[in-house]
């Protein structure tokens, strides 16, 4: 998927600068309210566009979130030969905005199809990048690595640690995991 497409159709580029606007006023409306005070209403307002327009685009405020969460990712550039690393980086994606991190936190995890069909995306490139960072495909560690992510960002998510502690903690696991 391009930066030129959404999770819902292709794009021109006036459209996909429309999105771009949306996401970016996402990021700025949940540093100012939370997860919480968000709305769609809001961000389409902060973006200069209608709320219709901004529905046309995405369906609810987890839909948005998860698509600033994906559009993140797709950025990243690959990890090579770590496996530990390629997991800090993709934990601390957003962990330096912690408002941000815990509305993506909960938004991945919504039931929208829209935003599982994110999350799908999601699950793959970091399992892509996961056999990249090890240089091969082990399915057992590979699930280890990807079970230790999830858990790892629910501890976070749930605020038991902060999203670099989370990172720290999983890169030591995931050195467990691939020695």
Known sequence: ??????TRRRLTDRQADTVRRLTEATV???????????TV????R?????????YTY???KNHLLTEVFWRRLE???LTEGDAAQA??????LVASEPELAAACTTAVLASDPDVQELRLRIGVDIHKRLVHALGREDPLILDGLEMAYSGA???AGMGYMSYAEAAERLAEVARLLVR
Do not use: I
């Not at 998927?1 to 959404?6: I, K, L």
């Not at 700025?28 to 968000?38: C, K, M, Q, S």
């Open 153 to 155: 960002l629910l501890q």
């Open 58 to 60: 995405f369906a609810s």
């Open 41 to 44: 209403r809001n961000v389409a």
């Open 28 to 38: 700025a409306e949940v540093r100012e309210t939370g997860y919480d005070g968000l």
């Open 46 to 54: 902060r973006a200069g566009v209608a709320a219709a327009t901004a």
């Open 1 to 6: 998927m391009s930066v030129h497409e959404s």
């Open 75 to 77: 950025g990243l550039p």
């Open 87 to 92: 997991l800090k980086d993709v934990l601390l």
